[in-house]
């Protein structure tokens, strides 16, 4: 059912032998036919045989799938969004393609920003007017 290498972005690749998938059964409602069928799809790829992928990368992905991780590094998808097997294993590589797409994406560098004056003036008046209203409820003998 799957022809060629899953190619992510360019440079990046995971090989057909990398992939290993099998059905299992579905969990949820569906009458008599759910015992019978297995439908749901469970996608396994160990991430040392994705070809092209870096360090960064590597950490990336693991940060961004850290709940598929099992073992010793292995990346484990399902899918279980239709009643057909063959297009379950579509969806899970489509999931895969999308996780290895977002994990190549780099994160923008943070800068350090300053709040401006007014930001901070409105903040202090704020505090002011708020320590004025609870001083207001003070009891005091004098009065």
């Not at 991430?47 to 693991?62: F, K, N, P």
């Amino acid at each position: 059912m799957i022809e060629g290498p899953l190619i992510a972005e360019p440079g990046l690749r995971v090989p057909v032998w990398a992939l290993r998938w099998k059905a299992v059964r579905s969990g949820g409602p569906g009458g008599q036919n759910v015992n019978k069928v297995a439908s749901k799809v469970e996608l396994r790829v160990a991430i040392a045989c994705i070809e092209g992928l870096t360090e960064q990368t590597g950490a990336r992905l693991r940060a961004l799938a850290k709940t598929r991780l099992v073992g010793n590094d292995e990346l484990v998808i399902t899918s279980e969004r239709t009643r057909d097997q063959g297009r379950n294993l579509e969806d899970a590589l489509a999931k895969l393609r999308v996780l290895l797409e977002a994990a190549q994406r780099q994160p923008r560098p943070r800068r350090p920003t300053r709040p401006t004056r007014g930001s901070v003036e409105r903040r202090l008046a704020a505090k002011q007017r708020r320590g004025d209203t609870k001083a207001g409820r003070r009891w005091s003998d004098e009065g």
